[in-house]
């Protein structure tokens, strides 16, 4: 089935530390998966993405790893910054030929100065 | 950065009408989405729409809901007969082309049916 969740609904960091976010999926069709952040009153805002014939991938601070043999993905941010506090979700694109995103449920990330 | 935007920002509707909401893409993207976040919950997919027609559609997006591209540059979303359940916050996204491709979001209209 069709199912994006995520280990834990909040993270706590300090700042300067590194953060891992987690997710689980359980479709090993989904080919395709991206990282969004959702600061308050704002939509989701695209961090990174990354497809299923790749298992790591960096961008600036961030990095995504997929691991399909147990259907997880991550996000790890360095050096974790006060503006990087936000609810993290990622998403799935379900199957080949599919336009539509399927979401999790959200990690909050809190980071503390 | 080219972006987004949608408005209203909010809008507040009485129960049983119909409302539009509007989004404009980012300029070159030629693919466009509608999704909604009930308060608390997860973003969920509506529809999906590519050269002037419905490409996807979830099953939340029955009668109740239209797509509309009335220009070259507008999306909108109209619910027509509005019910309580219908109170969420709704984006429109959009991408260059369908597959493997990020969805770029705005930042949502919020709907409160009373």
């Known amino acids: 089935g069709e199912n994006v969740g995520l280990h834990l609904p909040t993270l706590s960091v300090q700042e300067g530390d590194n953060s891992i976010i987690n997710c689980a999926y359980s479709?090993?069709?989904?080919?395709?998966f991206i990282w969004y952040k959702q600061e308050s009153g704002k939509g989701p805002q695209f961090i990174i993405d990354?497809?299923?014939?790749?298992d790591k991938r960096q961008g600036q601070r961030v990095t995504v790893l997929l691991n399909k043999t147990v259907k997880h993905l991550s996000l790890q941010i360095a050096a974790t910054q006060p503006g990087d506090s936000a609810v993290y979700f990622c998403?799935?694109?379900?199957?080949?030929?599919?336009?539509?995103?399927?979401f999790g449920k959200g990690t909050k990330l809190t980071v503390n100065p | 950065e080219p972006e987004v935007t949608q408005t209203p920002s909010h809008q507040v509707t009485q129960m049983g009408q119909e409302v539009i909401l509007r989004c404009v893409p980012i300029?070159?993207?030629?693919?466009f989405y509608w999704y909604r976040q009930i308060l608390g919950q997860k973003v969920e997919f509506l529809v999906s729409?590519?050269?002037?027609?419905?490409?996807?559609k979830s099953e939340i997006f029955d009668d109740q809901f239209s797509v509309e591209r009335p220009d070259g540059s507008n999306f909108t979303l109209k619910i027509r007969s509005t019910k309580l359940e219908d109170s969420a916050m709704y984006f429109c996204?959009?991408?260059?082309?369908?597959?493997?491709?990020?969805?770029?979001f705005g930042d949502g209209t919020r709907l409160s049916i009373l």
């Open positions: 479709n090993s069709a989904s080919d395709y």
């Open positions: 729409f590519y050269n002037n027609e419905i490409s996807e």
């Open positions: 998403a799935e694109n379900t199957q080949g030929g599919s336009e539509k995103l399927v």
């Open positions: 990354i497809r299923s014939n790749m």
């Open positions: 996204a959009s991408s260059e082309n369908s597959i493997n491709q990020p969805q770029h």
């Open positions: 300029s070159n993207h030629l693919y």
